[in-house]
């Protein structure tokens, strides 16, 4: 039966619809009533466009660690902070940014972060030292913390539960797991041809691009009064900036530095005292009972323990190819570019599989294939090779994740009220940037250990081989020169590949016994559409 549109009014807004064999669904929702179903196709690239941007940057500064090492003097401990000051700022201030979204219209705050992301990354490419560095990297995230839950929030509003939705979803999950494969490689070309400066420079124009076509293609959404728990942003951001500072400093200084004691007291003060805020708030930025529904709980969950693995996968092969293969960056990024692909074909499949078998069977799958490749990529040693060791592991690794993130996204998303979507969106990108920091943090803390441990082995097999010029150099740099500095740092990633694959593991067990698909779960991602939970 062929459709046949009408239109609906309700006060302060209008709705066109479909009428097919007599039901009425809506197509698009926006204040001038206006059918723009055409132009979906282009918000969705927009919304798209702008979180690859903001995924991107995670990794594109990866491939540019060694230089910037080189050129601001980071250690490699605190060359961690490159990737945690952004992701902190980003992760702990999300769901500011998607009640903000709620609250003052997507639309503009959309706008608006992207602005500030490309101001920032402005000021990081012109940083002169590690602080100035360190504090663009944390406005980034803020401008993140700002666009992103705010675009995925607008794929609930822009297209309809059912196929379409699921495809948009699809393209949203595969921009945002392999956005860091894309990260490396452009990363790798800037580098390479340009300077490490670049690689946040280039997210000046593309902002301005994107915030103009968002200003004529994305429609305004439905505005929802309430007030802004920043007592809650402050605390959870705190909470979590001196819980990873913790862990890197224990990496640096051990357990039983006072410091070190300091910061995970101070953590747990400021992550309690934030719980406690959220319990009392009449409008908290965490709603804890988004936490209530089974199914987007063991979301949430299963999103934490995959990031500490993905997040940390990134950075430790991106210092080994380079540091101990050799690769320059453009052959670093050229490394990673499979990864996308088959992270891209990964979420591609599950998006169509999905109404038939419900997500859990590919949360399943896709976190034991990110174990498996992970403990693969703990045999690597300093004479492993590019094609022999390290793509194959890659491969297996990202075709579960981009199993997981359609997945995951539908599931913490499902059921959940308009009003609300910002505030759920936001929890499930917060998930995944708090746990990986928090991940490569600790991973980080089992590199140093075990690389300090394997250099009290190979410090003296190195004087014994030494020449005096070697020597000297090791008395003043404290840097054990090749092959045994490759062996120290070979030592710790292996170990960081083994708790990450820990981390994978743990995904595979929440989705397995947390995960319960119900039939108008399945009804809804077939397009049969249930109302969303109030």
């Not at 619809?17 to 723009?36: C, L, Q």
């Not at 170990?495 to 929440?510: D, N, S, T, W, Y």
């Amino acid at each position: 039966m062929r459709a046949r549109p009408f239109e609906w009014c309700a006060p302060g807004s209008r709705f066109s619809v479909e009428k097919v064999d007599g039901n009425a669904t809506p197509i698009s929702n926006g204040t001038d009533g206006k059918v723009r179903g055409s132009g979906n196709g282009l918000a969705l690239f927009v919304i798209a466009s702008c979180q690859l941007m903001v995924v991107l940057d995670i990794t594109i500064v990866n491939i540019a660690l060694p230089h910037i090492q080189t050129a601001l003097g980071f250690s490699t401990e605190s060359l961690s902070w490159v990737v945690n000051a952004y992701t902190l700022t980003f992760g702990g201030l999300l769901l500011l940014g998607g009640r903000t979204g709620d609250i003052l219209g997507r639309k503009r705050v959309f706008i608006s972060g992207v602005l500030l992301f490309g101001l920032a990354s402005m000021l990081g490419g012109l940083a002169q030292n590690e602080g100035q560095l360190m504090g663009a990297r944390a406005l980034q995230g803020v401008g993140a913390a700002i666009a992103s839950p705010t675009a995925l929030a607008l794929i609930s509003t822009t297209f309809r539960e059912g196929p379409a939705r699921n495809r948009a979803f699809g393209v949203f999950a595969a921009v945002s797991a392999g956005g860091g494969a894309i990260g490396l490689l452009a990363g790798g070309i800037l580098v390479e041809w340009l300077s490490w400066r670049w690689v946040l420079f280039v997210n000046v124009p593309i902002a301005l691009a994107i915030a103009f076509m968002a200003r004529r293609v994305i429609r305004e959404s439905e505005r929802h009064p309430g007030h802004f728990d920043l007592a809650g942003a402050l605390l959870s951001t705190l909470g979590m900036i001196t819980l990873v500072y913790g862990f890197i400093r224990a990496a640096e200084e051990g357990w039983t530095d006072p410091i070190t004691l300091g910061s995970f007291g101070a953590a747990v003060v400021l992550l309690l005292l934030f719980f406690l805020n959220e319990r009392r708030s009449p409008q908290p930025i965490t709603p804890l009972h988004m936490f209530a529904d089974r199914n987007r709980a063991g979301s949430y969950g299963i999103m934490l323990f995959l990031a500490c693995a993905m997040f940390g996968m990134f950075f430790f092969l991106t210092l080994f190819v380079q540091n101990v293969l050799g690769f320059s960056p453009l052959e670093a990024g050229l490394a990673f570019l499979p990864v996308s692909v088959v992270i891209a074909v990964g979420a591609g499949i599950t998006s169509q599989l999905l109404p038939k078998f419900g997500p859990k069977p590919f949360m399943v799958t896709g976190a034991l294939c990110s174990a498996a490749g992970l403990a693969w990529l703990t045999q690597t040693d300093i004479h492993s090779t590019y094609l022999g060791s390290i793509l194959g592991p890659m491969l297996v690794f990202s075709l579960g994740m981009g199993m997981q993130f359609v997945s995951l996204t539908l599931m913490a998303l499902s059921n959940v009220a308009d009003r609300e979507s910002g505030a759920a969106s936001g929890l499930l990108n917060t998930t995944q940037q708090v746990g990986g920091s928090l991940g490569l943090s600790i991973l980080v803390t089992v590199f140093g250990t075990a690389s300090r441990n394997e250099a009290h082995d190979q410090v003296p097999a190195f004087l014994s081989q030494a020449d005096a010029a070697q020597k000297s150099m090791f008395l003043r740099t404290g840097r054990l020169p090749d092959p045994w500095g490759d062996q120290v740092l070979t030592s710790g990633v292996s170990a960081a590949f083994i708790v990450a694959a820990c981390f994978a593991l743990i995904a595979a067990v929440i989705a397995l016994f947390a995960i319960q698909v119900r039939p108008s779960d399945l009804e809804r991602l077939k397009g049969n559409h249930a109302p969303a939970a109030v």
